[in-house]
């Protein structure tokens, strides 16, 4: 099962290094990682997306909160969290296609950031099935590159 942790944790070298490498230890992949100062600039927040049972997702919450460096660790999975993904599409566009791959891009509300002379460069954001249809759609005119930030995630409310 894929499980959303939202950790936040001292903003110093070798922090990332240390909860990576802790995940990493117990046979566990990390399928998304992102990792940014937050509003308090001695603190990072780090969003990992991690494939584990609940056996192996308990070791590495309980590993996790034994590290120094480690504040508070929430566990987004089940909860109404709010999630989001940047995508940056290169899209062939030939003159007599370009006008049908503005108008794909503008039906999901991404946003035109490059114009070459056979391709356009597409920023979109949202949810992983928004970004998985808009990927679907656009592989119809070719995707040149693909190039995706890894998820982020947020509680909702107070």
């Known amino acids: ?64 909160h034994k590290l120094v460096s480690v504040y508070k660790i929430s ?25 049908e791959v503005i108008e794909v891009a503008n039906l999901f509300r991404a946003k035109i950031v490059d114009v070459g002379r056979a391709t356009l460069t597409i920023e979109a954001t949202g949810d992983e099935n928004k970004l998985g249809a808009l990927e679907d759609l656009f592989r119809a005119y070719g995707i040149k590159q693909l190039t995706r930030t890894g998820k982020i995630a947020m509680s909702r409310g107070a």
Do not use: W, Y
């Open 1 to 64: 099962m894929k499980h959303i942790l939202s950790v936040l944790v001292e903003n110093k070298p070798g922090v990332l290094s240390r909860v990576t490498g802790l995940i990493s230890r117990r046979g566990f992949n990390i399928e998304s990682l992102t990792v940014a100062p937050t509003e308090d600039v001695t603190m990072s927040r780090m969003t990992v997306i991690v494939n584990a049972d609940e056996t192996g997702f308990e070791q590495i919450t309980k590993q996790l």
């Open 75 to 99: 566990d987004l999975t089940d909860e109404d969290a709010i999630e989001r993904e940047l995508v940056l599409f290169k899209v062939c566009a030939p003159a007599e296609k370009r006008h």
